[in-house]
């Protein structure tokens, strides 16, 4: 009852296959960007404007680092200061 049944011809019957090759579909067109030319002095103006932007991020953390520094040590100073 629940074995399953088999057919007597074992093999598949033939199915119709194309014969012919497959056309290519049509390529896809992208529509156009406009073109952008980029010189020398534009690539180096952006390199320098960069580093002179990370110049002075560097030196403003610095700054900021030293007068947290600064203060501390004044605010300890002066805490001794009112001790006595």
């Known amino acids: ?8 011809n074992p093999t ?7 014969t012919h090759a497959p056309t290519d579909p049509a390529p ?3 529509p156009a960007l406009p073109s952008v030319s980029i010189d020398q002095k534009t690539v180096a103006a952006v390199l320098v404007g960069g580093v002179v932007l990370t110049a002075l991020l560097a ?8 007068v947290a520094v600064a203060a501390v040590v004044l605010r300890s100073l002066l805490r001794d200061h009112h001790r006595r």
């Open 1 to 8: 009852m629940f074995l399953p049944k088999y057919p007597d």
């Open 59 to 66: 030196a403003v953390a610095v700054t900021a680092i030293s």
């Open 28 to 30: 896809v067109r992208r």
């Open 12 to 18: 598949p019957q033939p199915t119709h296959t194309h």
